[in-house]
Antibody
Framework: EVQLVQSGAEVKKPGESLRISCKGS????????ISWVRQMPGKGLEWMGR????????NYSPSFQGHVTISADKSISTAYLQWSSLKASDTAMYYC???????????????WGQGTLVTVSS | QSALTQPASVSGSPGQSITISCTGT?????????VSWYQQHPGKAPKLMIY???KRPSGVSNRFSGSKSGNTASLTISGLQAEDEADYYC???????????FGTGTKVTVL
């Protein structure tokens, strides 16, 4: 059974750093990209970026480029999303999702993690 | 890259059919047959309902169907049921620089 299990909820102060995780199981972790998706309170889904766990190549949405870093450790089948300096506006639910993509032929998120709630407040 | 445009809400009675539109541009929806649709119940993670425009993953009811015309994709739910009440989001591939863009989301209410 394919599963993506995310780390638990976090409460941080503005300016602090944070790394959240997403562990894949039940499939070959290096055969599928992992994406991160933000959902701010009461708002819609926003695609943040993706990583190819086989070589750690990343792409970011222009809206998130430079604000977050996506990484992966294929030896433990885990992807990460990290911030170096959090802002109150980073308060949101963050989902990881397995991205099935092939140039021009497929692009969809077939499995999702349960979400990690990040709250940034002074 | 702007979000794809969806109606904020759509409603229908049990047994009826409803259609949710997802309007993009010639750079995303219009250029690729790579629109997917996701159902999200309150407090839950999204679930893939339709991919590559009209394909259903295993386990998804055949009451859900997808189509596309020009820059607009559509999701139709036939035989509306109470369990279909949820938020629905479309998503399109938008090229190798932008990659993915989601729709604004539609709240489906079963009357």
């Amino acid at each position: 059974e394919v599963q993506l299990v995310q780390s638990g909820a976090e409460v941080k102060k503005p300016g602090e750093s944070l790394r959240i995780s997403c562990k894949g199981s039940g499939y070959s972790f290096t055969s599928y990209w992992i994406s991160w998706v933000r959902q701010m309170p009461g708002k819609g889904l926003e695609w943040m970026g993706r990583i190819d766990p086989s070589d750690s190549y990343t792409n970011y949405s222009p809206s998130f480029q430079g604000h977050v870093t996506i990484s992966a450790d294929k030896s433990i089948s885990t992807a990460y999303l990290q911030w170096s300096s959090l802002k109150a506006s980073d308060t949101a639910m963050y989902y990881c999702a397995r991205l099935k993509a092939a140039a021009g032929r497929s692009f969809h998120f077939d499995y999702w993690g349960q979400g990690t709630l990040v709250t940034v407040s002074s | 890259q702007s979000a794809l445009t969806q109606p904020a809400s759509v409603s229908g009675s049990p047994g009826q059919s409803i259609t949710i539109s997802c309007t993009g541009t010639s750079s995303d929806v219009g250029s690729y047959n790579l629109v997917s649709w996701y159902q999200q119940h309150p407090g839950k993670a999204p679930k893939l309902m339709i991919y590559e425009g009209s394909k259903r993953p295993s386990g998804v009811s055949n009451r859900f169907s997808g189509s596309k015309s020009g820059n607009t994709a559509s999701l139709t739910i036939s035989g509306l049921q109470a369990e279909d009440e949820a938020d629905y989001y479309c998503c399109s591939y938008a090229g190798s620089s932008t990659f993915g863009v989601f729709g604004t989301g539609t709240k489906v209410t079963v009357l």
